[in-house]
């Protein structure tokens, strides 16, 4: 059994760590590119959202190395992507690939469930080597975040300009090589140092602007064209509202953690705008918007791939939260688009507006609201 | 005389505006792209260079539009900006106290919301190009029209006619059908303007509090139907500036003036108009994206690479650049 698995920025580490562990042979697709894209868009259903169509990419590339169990997330409550797992696996079918399916879902009642589906995959181990590779694959996602969250703060602070792009991949790769639960305090203390490491000017004026929308698109780079290292080298200190430990740690082992960054504070957040969860990260959308804007932070750019109905709910809901709360927010769609010129005027525009917005104080505590504008006009207005 | 220059290159049209050190224009020019960026603003500064008296001295260049860092390296620009805060900074320079900018070109259509004089808001049409100048243009033509006798026309309408506005496939075909039935060109123009606008404000405007003053600018602005379209769905009244056509520019030229203040200009002579410069590309071959690289050559030698998403071709050229 050769497992493979699809790409969702570095969340491979996490899984490579985890299964490896368990002595399972992995087959990591290469990463999600335009080859990707165009061997997903072929096979897709046209309407169908981007996540599908790389996934897929990635299962067809993974196919060509050897793999041929797919262990794909799934279940109900996230959005139409509950059932990807399943419409992937038919379309592959369709295609003439051998994939085995294996669906880890959340579990309904008990973690115990997961356990099970992981044993299969490692064909049986003990229960005590499960739960400890699972624990591995937990750490590792938690010390890249850790390693991502450095490269937010310095990626607009460098001195030498790349500085960061190298510490990153240098940082990844001890996280990479840890192959038990023991090595990993160590690889971490490693990977911060060389984080650390980085010359930055701390005194460097920064816009700060909160990323906020659906896990995929926020997660893979290739997705969202880079916008973390386009943003951080604009100036800009990033944050992303959605980590992979937290989902993990959130969704799989449902809260088991404690004292670890959560999703309940934006969730609850949200309640005020959104009385209910509406699939997807809806919800967390809009709470995680409310916590920057309290947060202090300049402003916020929600993604979204196209058609992303979760998300269009919370875009609708957006404006008002903007209004009431002063501070600026941007929707960016992301598709099959791969020219980036018309993403890079409008993230250059977006940060002026915040910059010139930071140097008029004034404006800055102000909610640009209904009461000085006896002229308000919504944009409905037909002739 | 010193002049601060500004180089707005945008799909349809590219445009160069030449300033005082007063901030008013001495010479702007308006030209059509034709999809060969580099030819076009040699040609402007050509053009440019003899309208201007002899003996003028260039303090500072600013380049925007989606062609921006193409004119940036050519001129040795001082500084290279989106063409959204151009324009807002040049309608703000105009039209003191403007809060609301309406601004359609040849491709794209954008709402820029102002408050005290800085940028509050904007947005930018994404998937849907039924509002822009391309739409008016092709429908122009398919009526017979030049699309300078679009605006008088449609302003000679009695009774607009209803036509679909949400996207450009229905529009064309409500037109076609109710010139069909006879409905008289004035009117179908007029309605053809009411629809844009209604997509305009659905696309682009939605959620956003439009307030006077409104300027309304880009190269559709010289339809005076698209003109009174606005301000029969906004009730207020819509200012066209007298260089409306030319506003990115203006706005790089002003930011030019800003940036150039106690520092010299990086621009490179009017002799680059003769330069011989020549874009190429490649595909990369480093990893499955196959990034299609642009690189841009003056005489020979490479001076600007860009279209790589790992920054493999365009960091290099920095790095060479430095050590020498």
């Not at chain 1, 160590?186 to 816009?207: K, S, T």
């Not at chain 1, 992303?240 to 082992?253: A, G, K, T």
């Not at chain 1, 919370?314 to 709360?325: E, F, H, M, R, W």
């Not at chain 2, 339809?223 to 706005?251: D, Q, R, T």
């Amino acid at each position: 059994m050769r497992v493979t698995y699809p790409h969702m920025g570095h969340m491979w580490i996490c899984i490579k760590g985890m299964l490896e562990y368990l002595g399972v042979d992995v087959v990591i697709p290469p990463p999600s590119s335009k080859k990707t894209m165009q061997l997903g868009v072929k096979h897709s259903p046209e309407f169908a959202c981007m996540p599908l169509k790389l996934n897929l990419g990635n299962f067809m590339e993974a196919s060509q190395m050897g793999a041929d169990t797919v262990v794909m997330a799934g279940g109900c409550g996230p959005c139409r992507f509950g059932y990807y797992a399943q419409v992937e696996h038919a379309i592959l079918n369709d295609l003439g690939y051998q994939y085995q399916l294996v669906v880890l879902e959340p579990p309904q009642k008990h973690i115990t469930e997961l356990i099970g589906k992981i044993r299969y995959i490692t064909q049986n181990r003990s229960w005590f080597k499960v739960i400890k590779g699972i624990r591995l694959g937990y750490l590792k996602a938690s010390a890249v975040d850790k390693v991502e969250q450095r490269a937010y703060y310095s990626r607009p602070r460098e001195l030498r300009p790349g500085a960061t792009e190298q510490a990153v991949k240098k940082a990844l790769a001890k996280i990479v090589a840890a192959r038990t639960p023991e090595e990993m305090p160590a690889a971490l203390d490693a990977a911060l140092e060389i984080m650390n490491g980085v010359a930055v000017d701390q005194h460097r004026p920064v816009v700060r602007i909160g990323l906020v929308g659906e896990i995929f698109t926020l997660l893979e780079p290739f997705a969202n064209m880079e916008i973390e290292r386009k943003l951080g080298n604009m100036g800009v200190e990033v944050d992303r509202s959605i980590h992979l430990s937290e989902w993990i740690n959130d969704h799989l082992f449902m809260g088991l953690i404690k004292n670890e960054r959560s999703s309940k504070p934006a969730q609850e957040k949200g309640l005020a705008y959104l009385g209910h969860t509406v699939g997807g990260h809806g919800l967390e959308t809009v709470g995680s918007t409310i916590l920057y804007a309290e947060q202090g932070f300049d402003g916020v750019i929600q993604l979204l791939p196209f058609t992303c109905m979760p998300e269009i709910v919370a875009q609708s809901i957006l404006p008002q939260v903007s209004s009431d709360l002063g501070i600026p927010v941007m929707t960016l769609i992301v598709d099959e688009q791969s020219g980036d010129a018309g993403m890079i005027t409008r993230l250059e525009a977006f940060v002026d507006l915040l910059t010139m917005r930071g140097d008029t104080p004034q404006l800055k505590d102000r909610n640009f609201g209904v009461e000085e504008c006896p002229q308000r006009m919504r944009g409905h207005t037909s002739a | 005389m010193y002049v601060y220059l500004g180089i707005d290159v945008g799909s349809v049209s590219t445009n160069l505006v030449a300033t005082g050190e007063d901030g008013t224009i001495k010479h702007s020019i308006y030209m059509r792209t034709s999809g060969k960026p580099i030819e076009v603003v040699q040609k402007g500064l050509k053009l440019m260079q003899k309208s201007l008296p002899i003996g003028t001295k260039v303090a500072g260049v600013g380049t925007t539009g989606s062609g921006r860092h193409l004119a940036g390296v050519m001129t040795g620009a001082d500084v290279i900006k989106n063409e959204i805060t151009t324009h807002a900074i040049a309608a703000s320079n105009v039209v003191p106290g403007v809060q609301t900018i309406l601004e359609i070109g040849g491709q794209d259509s954008k709402i820029i919301i102002l408050r005290n004089g800085v940028v509050s808001d904007f947005a930018m049409n994404t998937v849907c190009a039924a509002g822009t100048g391309s739409f008016l243009d092709q429908q122009a033509s398919r009526l017979n029209l030049s699309i300078e006798e679009f605006g008088p026309l449609a302003l000679q309408s009695n009774v607009p006619v209803q036509i679909a506005g949400r996207c450009a496939v229905f529009a064309e075909s409500d037109m076609i059908h109710k010139q069909q039935m006879g409905y008289n060109i004035p009117d179908i123009l007029a309605g053809l303007c009411a629809a844009l606008v209604r997509n305009y404000m659905n696309n682009v405007g939605k959620s956003k509090e439009i307030l006077p003053p409104v300027v309304f600018q880009g190269g559709v602005a010289a339809n005076a139907g698209m003109k009174w379209a606005f301000e029969k769905a906004l009730e207020v009244e819509v200012i066209v500036p007298p260089y409306f056509n030319v506003m990115g520019a203006l706005g790089a030229a002003m930011l030019a003036r800003e940036s150039t203040n106690r520092r010299k200009t990086g621009f490179r002579g009017f002799q680059v108009a003769d330069s011989d410069f020549c874009s190429g590309g490649f595909a990369c071959d480093g990893c499955p994206n196959i990034c299609e690289v642009v690189e841009i050559q003056e005489g020979g030698r490479v001076i600007a690479r860009w279209g790589d998403r790992c920054g493999r071709w365009s960091n290099a050229l920095a790095k060479e650049e430095k050590i020498s």
